[in-house]
């Protein structure tokens, strides 16, 4: 990736992350009633896998360093996507884990995603326990039928509620870099080429969604994937540049999905179903996303080879707001404002197919 030293999209860059700071003057009005699901892996996860014996676990310093309550199990230095799409949506707390979610929050929403899940069960096993998509699928359904339908007092009432709900999912990454190209581990790439593969986990993840909706959901924002080729951990193994292998994955993976978001428009247009694409590829690349930031290939804190994950108690890089990758998968909070903006207020039709997540909330 190239470095870009324009000024106007530094100062681009500096605006979107000073309006992210101020997130909350500029929320809807919509408030009161947005209720916000979050289901996906590491770059979601709050906290659901500090208790499961795994690897893949960021609940210890530096993770949470510009985090108020410090290392929670986010990983990133601060705050994670859903955080700032939390704040965009007007929400004075950040939605709780699954994990410890109690009481009359829930009604706001609930996080699922747990590091090293995948759309396939097996997937991210190699490195412990971990919270599946189907298994994420099965704790929110025990969310409605068991706290929310008991909260709210009826079938109808849920359903009415669920509606106005939105479902943020990011998954898939790891079915690749935490499945099919680790064939030591993983049969996959064994039994399917890239392409097979591929469809396997893009029908599997349309039978999940199609799941989500019959549970009642209705406003969904998918990301796809974006970066995976090109973390610290991909280049490490390439010296230093790009894993084409891998984006070639996730390219192939973007344009199925692309056409599976077409169908379920189309399927599910009758109930005013909407699901719309958040695309990191153009959020990773374009200048007024990802490419203003001044490291692209490095991670902010020193990494433990084998995980990519953070050394216990380093001493992370001081200016992390000019790095886009926090350890050697994640990004930093710096990026992730600026995920969060592109995705829910995107004017620029690269970032979201087919519309934005603002209007996806207001349909
Ligand atoms: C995968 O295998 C199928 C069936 O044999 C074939 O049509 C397709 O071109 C192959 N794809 C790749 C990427 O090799
Ligand atoms: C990142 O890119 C810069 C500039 O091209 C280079 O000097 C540096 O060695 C690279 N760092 C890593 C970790 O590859
Ligand atoms: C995502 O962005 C890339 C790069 O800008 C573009 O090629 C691709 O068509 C976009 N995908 C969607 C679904 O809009
Ligand atoms: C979204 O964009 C509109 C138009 O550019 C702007 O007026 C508004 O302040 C933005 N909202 C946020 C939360 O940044
Ligand atoms: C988001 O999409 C809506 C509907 O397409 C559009 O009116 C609005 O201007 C978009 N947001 C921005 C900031 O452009
Ligand atoms: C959208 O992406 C394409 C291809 O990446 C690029 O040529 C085009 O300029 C982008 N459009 C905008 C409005 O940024």
């Known amino acids: 990736m190239e470095i870009i030293n324009n000024k106007l999209y530094m100062f681009w860059k500096l605006l979107l992350l000073a309006m992210a700071a101020t997130i909350h003057v500029y929320a809807h009005a919509q408030t009161n009633d947005s209720c916000f699901f979050i289901f996906g892996d590491s770059s979601s996860d709050n906290g659901n896998n500090n208790a499961l014996f795994t690897l893949a676990k960021y609940n210890y310093p530096p993770y949470g360093v510009d985090f108020p309550s410090g290392a929670t199990g986010r990983a990133t230095n601060g705050r994670t996507v859903p955080d700032f799409i939390s704040e ?3 929400f004075n707390v950040y939605i709780p884990p699954y ?11 609930v996080n699922y995603a747990s590091g090293a899940a995948g759309i396939l069960p097996e997937t991210g096993k190699q490195m412990g326990a971990d919270i599946s998509m189907d298994a994420q699928i099965a704790n929110h359904v025990t969310t409605i039928v068991g706290t929310i339908t008991a909260k709210l007092g009826s079938v109808e009432a849920t359903k009415k509620y669920l509606k106005n709900c939105l479902h943020y999912v990011n998954i898939g990454s790891n079915d ?4 099919y190209f680790m064939p030591q581990y ?7 080429n890239l392409t097979q593969f591929t469809d396997l986990l893009i029908s599997k993840f349309s039978r999940q969604l199609r799941e989500l909706h019959l ?3 209705r406003k969904f924002g998918l990301v796809n994937l974006g970066f995976i080729g090109c973390t610290p951990n991909a280049r490490s193994t390439n010296n230093g540049e790009c894993v084409q292998e891998i984006k070639t994955a996730a390219s192939m993976f973007n344009e199925r999905l692309k056409v599976l978001v077409d169908q379920l428009n189309s399927d599910f247009s009758n109930d005013s179903s909407v699901f ?3 695309n990191s590829t153009a959020i990773f690349t374009l200048n007024s996303g990802f490419a203003g930031f001044k490291v692209q290939n490095a991670s902010c804190c020193k990494t433990v080879s084998s995980t990519g994950l953070c050394v216990k108690n380093g001493t992370p890089c001081e200016n992390r707001n000019e790095y886009i990758f926090w350890d050697g998968f994640h990004t930093t909070e710096a990026a992730n404002a600026i995920f969060a903006l592109s995705a829910y207020n995107a004017s620029n039709p690269n970032y979201t197919y087919p519309f934005n997540m603002s209007r996806l909330l207001s349909s």
């Open 99 to 109: 994990a410890s979610a109690r009481g009359q929050d829930i009604l706001k929403g």
């Open 276 to 278: 719309t694409i958040v």
């Open 186 to 192: 993983y049969l996959s790439s064994h039994i399917y």
């Open 176 to 179: 690749y870099i935490n499945n």
């Open 215 to 217: 549970a009642g959901g």
């Open 88 to 90: 965009l949506l007007g």
